[in-house]
DNA sequence: GGTTCACATGAACAGACGTTCAGCTAAAGA
DNA sequence: TCTTTAGCTGAACGTCTGTTCATGTGAACC
């Protein structure tokens, strides 16, 4: 066979495109960078992708649910509602400094309505998480008498606004514990 | 003289700039879409602005501008921390709803370089205002305790996942009332 | 050797883009 | 009437874009 197997190279191509995606937008990425960063020809990238809005929405569907699932086994596991919220919150952080390109799920580009289903269901997803967590804990008595899914919805926004923030400033200079504090102020009964 | 001032072709351009700048993003905007929508050809259009990039800019900098004005003229008169604190978020929401295309400042489009002095100095420009509101309220002994400029990175840090919210979500799904609740609780002594 | 197969190439195409420029139009002043 | 002037036009240019396709390459099997 040739160079290299046909998984090395979608795997290739898919770290180029999330760089160039991550760092141009959609409009603003390029097929023939991305194709050579991956180390492949443009006619080669066409045969793993058929086209630039099928590479974007792959990459955006893959990492969406990577990091969905992720929460989701360390959320279910964890009984305390305060700690929960706290490993939600630095979870999503983390995975968004690893992975900057995840603002792709924010973006704008094409219109909002690019990929929306997608995304759409992700932020459901994300909140459904939160509600459960926040109705244990106003269940067990640890968290304030609240508007479930309205205080869901408005950690959910508090917790984009910092991953923004992460995203925009330079390293280290966000600070996770503080945020969570902040957040748990919001909640719990008994500070 | 022809058929309109020069001041209201301008005018007419930047409407229309900031429709299609906030819908497709910088590269995705296009300068004869641009002309079309203000009634003007592609000529006229680079009699006003010389290039793509000096029409973005100027756009941003207006709307930046105008808020941060208007921030400060309606902070600058509210004694109570806790109104101050309420104020500031409602009229970065308002304006958000007002101005959709305030999406801008969020993106990423061409790198995070582009217009980033403009957007670096309005962010600094909001915090220093979240700073003065907060410290007032420590020194008046109404809020708690806390480092002040970390506390006010993490509160203009949510205001910034509010805005996308509002900007993502239709309209008139997001409190800003419960919001601002949320926010206060994390500051107050006496909730 | 020949054939098959998976993987890969890059020139070429058609269209869109930002930008320029030689020239137009009609109102105002002489 | 002629000239000036402010405001405007849109074809044309060069470049860049996503995408296609006829062709190449070398390993594996017969």
Do not use: W
Request: some cysteine; glycine content about 8%; proline content about 2%.
């Amino acid at each position: 066979m040739n160079r290299r197997s046909a998984k090395d190279s979608k795997s290739s191509i898919l770290d180029a495109a999330l760089k160039a995606f991550s760092e141009h937008g959609y409009s603003g990425a390029n097929m023939r960078t991305i194709a050579g960063n991956a180390n492949i020809s443009v006619g080669g990238l066409y045969l793993y992708f058929k086209s630039k809005e099928a590479l974007c929405l792959s990459l955006m569907k893959e990492r969406l649910e990577e990091l969905s699932s992720k929460t989701e086994r360390i959320v279910k596991d964890t009984y305390n509602p305060a700690e929960a919220i706290e490993k939600f919150i630095s979870i999503n952080l983390d995975y968004t400094k690893e992975h900057r390109e995840i603002i792709l799920t924010q973006g704008r580009d094409k219109g909002f309505t690019f990929g929306a289903d997608v995304k759409k269901r992700f932020f459901r997803q994300q909140r459904k998480f939160v509600e459960k967590i926040i109705r244990e804990g106003v269940r067990t008595g640890v968290f304030l008498e609240c508007n479930v899914p309205e205080t869901a919805k408005i950690v959910t926004a508090m917790l984009r606004g910092f991953v923004l923030s992460v995203l925009l400033e330079p390293d280290g200079l966000f600070n996770v514990r503080g945020c969570c504090e902040f957040v748990l102020r919001g909640l719990l009964k008994n500070v």
